[in-house]
């Protein structure tokens, strides 16, 4: 197997992006990405997008060739990677082992999705068809409401408090308000959403016991990377960014199914095999961009990838040992919770984001110092389809 | 009173409970099941009260929880209560067989909890 590397990376800012379809957002990711690299008019020998719901949300199928006509890619390979909300990661997967195997040398992924141009109540059903049709979904499940079962079990068994969930809301905000590509650009205060009678407005309940801000907007956006052989990213102007690993694990469909529905395994077993096949241990990752599509996850998933023992991520978070500066910086783009959660967009915007602190890219207020390896969790489902990337920056 | 509508599946080798079907057990990977049907009343194990309601259910909250039956089933249901506050892990629920969604007027049956007071 070749070692791949990231040469280009772009995304374009999250949020209610009415001007845009949902071809116009995935060209303007992709053109970033390959002048990021400087590929000039050089060919792209395959392109990968991850999209979940064009079906549902737009009436098109088939993005992926329309995007490889529209950013004259012809006859490069194409094709559309579909895996809820872990598509992003998926399709980066498929384009690794892609350039991996020896088969193609420049891959470009383009992950993206347009949510705000149906209501929330139906953008809320479309996300929900990821449950089980007949166990799940007709009972009007979502997935707020799939979190908000998963956090009261947390809650019990691992001692997470309502303050340990709301500081990271407002660690993730007031880094969303720093980042210009993120949805939400606003700090927010504990007084504001949680401590003043104003709160009860300010923050409502969402799904018991979560509320409001324990959750990811709604947004539309676009991100890209694109990845050739680790002996050819030198032709390439900017810094490469290695795939030191990756992983990928599937849980139950359904959440009655599993064991200890608190275990999220497949967040375990992901994260392991990227650690493992980049021979780090989770002390060595440097930052991680989590998948907070709800509060709860971020405290879950550090204490799933090993960053803390069980029932110790929550007070990491409000002692700052995840804030930038702490001893595990995690999710200093914003997260989901502020930059967005463009489902096909999220697992290739996470990627981005790694790659632009890989190469002290995001200016000094975000910037992680040192910043040598750096991990992600892009999480399907309610963690029954699960991807993690190690990244490393390629030294000169 | 409709008769509940759910089908699980006991593996024949190790006796996993399934629901809902998979064409091999999740715990020995046999193919050979026996069919069961959810028996008693059940023990809730997770809740939550949705204020955000998908496209289809023209209501204020729902309640959603999984419960296990006296057989080892467990199942995701609606259940009937004004407030998740009125609920606790561990509580014993009747189950019934009722309309849980109704969709361009065609209705959708599905099982439905009420707690046991």
Redesign the interface.
């Given at each position: 197997m070749r070692n791949v590397a990231i040469i280009g990376a772009g995304m374009i800012p999250f949020g209610r992006r009415d001007e845009d379809t949902l071809l116009d957002m995935l060209a303007y990711a992709g053109l970033k990405a390959l002048d990021d690299a400087g590929m000039g008019e050089k060919s792209v020998d395959a392109l990968y997008v991850a999209n979940m719901g064009a079906g549902i949300l737009q009436h098109q199928t088939a993005i992926a060739s329309s995007l490889a006509d529209r950013l004259s890619l012809l006859p490069a390979a194409a094709d559309t990677v579909e895996n809820g909300p872990a598509s992003g990661a998926s399709a980066i997967k498929n384009g690794v082992l892609a350039v991996a195997s020896g088969y193609y040398d420049y891959v470009l992924v383009v992950g993206g999705e347009k949510m705000r141009e149906v209501t929330g109540w139906r953008a809320t059903d479309f996300v929900a068809t990821l449950t089980h049709p007949q166990t799940e979904y007709i009972y009007g499940i979502t997935l707020p409401g799939m979190a908000g079962m998963f956090t009261r079990l947390y809650m019990e068994k691992h001692g997470v408090t309502r303050e340990m969930l709301t500081a990271v809301s407002i660690k993730n905000q007031k880094m969303g308000a720093l980042n210009p590509y993120a949805h939400v650009e606003m700090a927010i205060t504990k007084e504001g959403i949680m401590d003043s009678p104003d709160s009860v407005v300010n923050n409502p309940p969402m799904a018991d016991p979560l509320h409001l801000y324990d959750a990811c907007p709604v947004s539309d956006g676009a991100a890209a990377v694109l990845l050739c052989p680790l002996e050819m990213a030198k032709q390439h102007p900017k810094t490469a960014v290695l795939v030191a690993g990756f992983g990928q694990a599937t849980d139950t469909h359904t959440l009655a199914e599993r064991e200890d529905p608190t275990d999220l395994k497949a967040v375990t077993l992901a994260a392991k095999q990227a650690l493992d096949m980049a021979k780090l241990k989770p002390s060595d990752i440097d930052f991680a961009e989590l998948h907070d599509a709800f509060t709860i996850l971020e405290i879950a998933e550090s204490e799933h990838v090993g960053f803390f023992k069980k029932g110790e991520g929550g007070k990491a978070v409000l002692e700052g040992k995840t804030s930038l500066g702490g001893q595990i910086p995690i999710n200093v783009s914003g997260g989901l919770k502020a930059r967005g959660h463009p489902v096909g967009a999220t697992g290739v915007a996470q990627v981005t984001e790694v790659v632009f602190q890989l190469r002290n890219e995001v200016g000094k207020d975000r910037q992680v110092k040192n910043a040598r390896n750096g991990l992600t969790v892009n999480f399907g489902g309610f963690g029954n389809n699960v991807l993690s990337f190690v990244l490393r920056r390629v030294e000169a | 009173m409709k008769e509940i509508e759910i089908t699980a599946y006991k593996c024949k080798k190790c006796g996993k409970v399934?629901?809902?079907f998979h064409d091999r057990c999740?715990k020995c990977r046999s193919r050979e099941f026996e069919t069961i049907h959810p028996k008693g009343n059940a023990t809730l194990?997770?809740?939550?009260?949705?204020?955000?309601?998908?496209?289809?259910?023209d209501q204020r909250f729902?309640i959603?929880?999984?419960a296990e039956f006296e057989n080892g089933v467990?199942?995701?249901?609606?259940v009937k209560a004004g407030d998740?506050a009125e609920l606790k892990?561990g509580m014993k629920l009747k189950p019934s067989w009722d309309v849980?969604?109704v969709t361009a007027g065609e209705k959708?049956y599905?099982?439905v909890y009420q707690p046991i007071k």
């Open positions: - | 399934h629901f809902p999740l194990l997770a809740y939550t009260q949705i204020f955000n309601l998908p496209w289809g259910f729902l959603i929880g999984v467990k199942a995701m249901g609606q998740a892990p849980v969604r959708t599905g099982l």
